[in-house]
């Protein structure tokens, strides 16, 4: 399995540009996450989705968009970035429902995104 | 709401030493308890968690976490620190007690740098 997969790694953009970060997973995991990482700040929540077809806003949806039409993928969209967009985003994936794994998320390698 | 809070930074232990990274949480009900690793320019990798039953949780890489209810806390311990266990190390809470679409989030603590000094 190759777990959580993030497309692209790093990636400059101009003020006021869009883009599309992907996110895919392989384990057939219901909830799906997206994160930002910012210096001494912790993961903020953006959007999450509790399957294909469902999503909702996390801690910090302003200025981002989401959707979820398969299991698998969970695309974020910038549609004008700003500089305070700069920051590293993170996907995740959960099997909710198994109390076993009690919802631990497993994460992607991250997409460092610089808006200029 | 739940919350977590890590206390420390920054945490400098010598190479062979313990080393402990401390935890606190805040829930309205019932947590589950989660530790994270952050190697430089990685995504956060699972260690362990607490979910029901023995307070002592054993992970990965020789890591443990003691769940104490009555302090709220899960500090993550080793009892000899390795040069290439310096890294980020994030502790995150999810409540429980929460029903409902969002139920399975976690709250995740600012995070705290560990430098193994050889």
């Known amino acids: 399995n190759a777990g959580v997969t993030q497309t692209p790694k790093f990636r400059i953009l101009k003020i006021g540009q869009s883009m599309t970060l992907q996110c895919t997973q392989d384990?057939?995991?219901?909830?799906m996450y997206w994160y930002r990482q910012d210096p001494g700040m912790g993961l903020k929540l953006i959007y999450y989705s509790v399957g294909a077809g469902i999503t909702d806003k996390g801690e910090v949806p302003n200025g981002y968009n989401v959707s979820r039409s398969t299991t698998e993928d969970f695309p974020l969209r910038l549609e004008l970035a700003a500089p305070s967009q700069t920051s590293v985003y993170f996907c995740?994936?959960?099997?909710?429902?198994?109390?076993?794994?009690?919802?631990?998320?497993?994460f992607g390698p991250g997409t460092r995104l610089l808006v200029l | 709401a739940q919350s977590v809070a890590q206390p420390e930074d920054q945490v400098n232990v010598a190479e062979g030493n313990p080393l402990t990274v401390k935890c606190t949480y805040s829930v309205s009900g019932n947590p589950y308890l989660f530790w994270y690793v952050q190697y430089p320019n990685r995504g956060l990798q699972f260690l362990l968690k607490?979910?029901?039953?023995?307070?002592l949780v054993k992970g990965s890489y020789g890591f443990e976490a003691e769940f104490n209810k009555s302090q709220t806390s899960f500090h993550l311990k080793k009892p000899s620190a390795l040069v290439s266990d310096s890294a980020l190390y994030f502790c995150?809470?999810?409540?429980?007690?929460?029903?409902?679409?969002?139920?399975?989030?976690?709250?995740f603590g600012k995070g705290t740098k560990l430098s193994v000094i050889p």
């Open positions: 384990m057939n995991h219901n909830y």
């Open positions: 607490y979910i029901t039953g023995d307070n």
């Open positions: 995150a809470v999810r409540d429980i007690s929460y029903s409902g679409a969002g139920s399975y989030q976690l709250t």
């Open positions: 995740a994936s959960s099997f909710g429902g198994d109390r076993t794994s009690g919802g631990t998320q497993y």
